[in-house]
């Protein structure tokens, strides 16, 4: 079975200071790891995901995520935060199998953008 | 990329009633998802729904209380039904982005806005 876990339900920074979003996550099996952003009143967007291969994954919008295994941990970051970051994150894990396995998803973090 | 509509955005409802939320998608997907997301939480999976079977329900969830058609690879509706303020939330539709080749991958509906008074 799987859970994620992500240190800090609200996150607030200064613009164009660096960001930094916690996740951590428990697996049985070798996961895919997944970072989605929410924007107000819309759906869930894909930033970036870890399958396999290069540990340090870059995705939209300057964002970028390292894979540490030894750690467990998928943490987000971007050097420098715009306002247009304002939004709630999102981490996610499955299992990699040959079929789909269902995707869980962390409780969230609010990130807010200071002026 | 697969683009979804939901129908409708938001709704207000009155306790006891149903509402029936609508998921289209611009093209031929497997498998399809309903969440919920109550005010403030994560997303909680509510079904897996594919062509041609019965919805797969999770724990917590029963089809009695969500009601799920999949008439076809491009639509499916989730329904409320006798609702209370405790369904207040956002429902979220997705799909199954494999097809696509980004395994495991989903793809998101603006989501229907629920209060329920």
């Known amino acids: ?115 | 990329s697969a683009v979804i509509s939901q129908k409708p955005s938001r709704d207000i409802c009155q306790r006891g009633t149903s509402l029936t939320i609508q998921c289209q998608v611009d093209s031929q997907v497997t498998m399809m998802f309903w969440y919920r997301q109550q005010p403030g939480q994560s997303l909680t999976l509510i079904a897996t729904a594919n062509q041609g079977s019965e919805a797969t329900y999770e724990s917590g969830f029963v089809i009695d209380k969500f009601p799920i058609s999949r008439p076809n690879l491009t639509f499916s509706t989730l329904t409320v039904s006798n609702m209370s303020p405790e369904d207040s939330s956002i429902y979220l539709c997705s799909v199954d982005a494999s097809t696509s080749g980004r395994y495991n991958e989903q793809f998101f509906g603006p989501g229907t806005r629920l209060t329920v008074l």
């Open chain 1, 1 to 115: 079975a799987q859970s994620v876990t992500q240190l800090g339900s609200h996150v607030s920074v200064s613009e164009g200071a660096l960001v930094l979003l916690r996740c951590n996550y428990s697996s049985s099996v070798p996961p895919y790891l997944f970072w989605y952003v929410q924007y107000p009143n819309q759906g869930l967007q894909l930033l970036l995901k870890y399958t396999t291969g290069a540990t340090l994954v870059k995705g939209i919008n300057g964002f970028e995520a390292e894979f540490k295994k030894s750690e467990t941990s998928f943490h987000l970051t971007k050097p420098s935060a715009h306002m247009s970051d304002a939004a709630e994150y999102f981490c996610a894990v499955s299992a990699v199998k040959t079929s789909y396995d269902k995707v869980i998803f962390g409780p969230g973090t609010s990130l807010s953008v200071i002026p």
